[in-house]
């Protein structure tokens, strides 16, 4: 493969900046990404974000996200093995759930709380254990169309982890990719049917 053919990749600092750099495996080496560390503190460790656009409507795309999420969130995140959301009533900011998932196969599991739930713009849940973050921006485009933006922080990283930081920032960084596609698929196919 030649150098100018190797796979782009969009990782962020630690302050939200963009890090652009070329995915090593794919280069053999050739001209590595330079990458944020953990600071103390707690700051950001891993960031990965990752954009679509989807053929329908902000409202639509909500509603699947964020409205119906105890239903279609293991569908796009099939990582997802079990999901508990514990508090009673609509999903809403306080909202507490629990997830069981297998990344690559390792378990975890983690209790989320609804920290941001915007109609028709955003959903955000946070864990402290392990410590991530995760956001779905919903923006409005022309002619009924949805710019979804997918966030991903890992705040903290485990020690016995720490030797594979460079692994589990690509693997994010993939998982986010993947994770969009996923929800666009769904979410046009599904509101095909219901139209």
């Not at 503190?41 to 974000?49: D, F, I, P, Q, R």
């Not at 656009?53 to 409202?59: D, F, G, T, V, Y």
């Not at 999420?69 to 569908?75: D, K, V």
């Not at 933006?149 to 594979?164: A, G, V």
Request: with cysteine; aromatic share 6%.
């Amino acid at each position: 493969m030649a150098s100018g053919d190797c796979e782009k990749i969009s990782l962020r600092d630690e302050h939200g900046g963009p890090l652009e750099g070329k995915k090593p495996s794919a280069c053999g080496g050739a001209r590595k990404a330079h990458h944020p560390r953990l600071v103390s503190g707690g700051e950001t460790l891993v960031k990965a974000e990752a954009r679509i656009e989807i053929e329908r409507s902000p409202a639509l795309v909500y509603r699947f996200i964020a409205e119906d999420f105890a239903l279609n969130y293991p569908r796009w995140s099939p990582e997802v093995k079990e999901l508990e959301i514990n508090t009673q009533g609509p999903l809403r900011v306080g909202s507490v759930g629990r997830q069981v998932r297998v990344d690559q196969g390792r378990r975890t599991e983690s209790v989320f709380r609804i920290t941001q739930m915007e109609p028709a713009q955003r959903l955000t849940f946070e864990s402290n254990a392990p410590n991530f973050l995760v956001d779905y921006h919903i923006a409005p485009q022309a002619e009924d169309r949805t710019q979804l933006t997918f966030t991903f922080e890992l705040r903290r990283l485990e020690l016995i982890m720490r030797p594979f930081e460079k692994l589990i920032r690509y693997a994010v960084q993939e998982g986010a990719q993947r994770n969009v596609r996923t929800l666009k698929r769904l979410i046009e196919s599904e509101q095909e049917r219901v139209s």
